[in-house]
């Protein structure tokens, strides 16, 4: 049975390795343009939202049937 030190050291070891390649595919010219297109899509939701209630706020002030 492993030790609970052994258990410890063999996380480490797997963490450091994908922390190395994290950090190897950080420098990808497609990665980083992945990243910056997830950062555009994120703005572009907040402000989809905040347009669309917005136009619904302005639909329910100007509706005439009530």
Sequence with gaps: METIQE????????????QEQITELATSEQVKKYFELQKQKDSL????????R??????????QHL
């Design 7 to 18: 258990q410890y050291n063999a996380v480490a070891k797997e963490m450091k390795a994908v």
């Design 45 to 52: 939701q907040t402000q989809e939202k905040n347009l669309y």
């Design 54 to 63: 917005k136009l619904k706020i302005n639909r329910y002030e100007s509706c």
